[in-house]
Nanobody
């Protein structure tokens, strides 16, 4: 079993930055994948970025490429999402998810564990 706890959300003006952190505990192997997702009201959950625990493979949605960076710290057992040049359309609840192994991005049903989410609001 894996437990995930997000932190770091908040209110920021457009063009600003935020750093989200996901504290992960439990059995996690180098070939497993952790990801950041977001869900805005009335919209489907979107896969924003993922990283394998080994750090060898990352994925970014087109909407965040060049602005967001995902990283993991094995010693701290955290997966962070650095978000720069934020836009109002980035406003959503951001969630951390875990899936055993790896595979094509966006397959939310493969993710077995989720955090409670943290709100990110970007004002214009």
């Amino acid at each position: 079993q894996v437990q995930l706890v997000e932190s770091g959300g908040g209110l920021v003006q457009a063009g600003g930055s935020l750093r989200l952190s996901c504290a992960a505990s439990g059995r996690i192997f180098s070939w497993d994948t952790l990801g950041w997702f977001r869900q805005a009201p009335g919209k489907e959950r979107e896969n924003v970025a993922t990283i394998t625990w080994s750090g060898g493979s990352t994925y970014y949605a087109d909407s965040v490429k060049g602005r967001f960076t995902i990283s993991r710290d094995i010693a701290k057992s955290t997966v962070d999402l650095q978000m720069n040049s934020l836009k109002p359309e980035d406003t959503a609840v951001y969630l951390c998810g875990f899936r055993a192994g790896s595979g094509p991005p966006g397959r939310l049903l493969k993710y077995d564990y989720w955090g409670q989410g943290t709100q990110v609001t970007v004002s214009s």
